[in-house]
């Protein structure tokens, strides 16, 4: 069975092989449902996709609203919405940024510049 970048992903097991259909692929979650006592579907799996594409910083999405095929970039930017735990993640690894010895060059200034309170203050230079 072919097995190249634009083939498809699922094939049926008995032959003559050819692509699974939308129906068949339903047939196949729904008998694995019961089995699992789970309530998963096709558009499940959409959804599944959309959020990791759109969490791909090399994806744009406006790649992703492509995909999806969404006509406002709006409906695909819902799958841009963090989760708690990426918040979480992102945060830890701000603090952990800040914690890093730097440079002198790149710290932050620990006071005013002085010219800075010469003209707040009125002074002149002499």
Known sequence: MPT???DPLWWTLRK??????YHAAR?????ANALLGSDWSLHDLRHTAA??????PGM???????????ASLTTTQIYT???????????????RRRAEPRPPAEREPLGYRKESL?????RRDS
Do not use: C, E, K, N
């Not at 744009?60 to 969404?70: A, E, F, N, R, Y």
């Not at 010469?118 to 009125?122: C, E, K, Q, R």
């Open 60 to 70: 744009p999405i406006t790649d992703v609203q492509w995909v999806l095929g969404h």
């Open 27 to 31: 047939a196949m979650f729904v008998r």
């Open 51 to 56: 959020y990791r594409l759109a969490r791909d």
């Open 118 to 122: 010469d003209v707040l203050f009125g």
């Open 16 to 21: 003559p092989f050819r692509p699974v259909t």
């Open 4 to 6: 190249g970048p634009d």
């Open 81 to 95: 919405t963090p989760t708690p735990a990426d918040v979480i993640d992102a945060v830890v690894a701000h603090h």
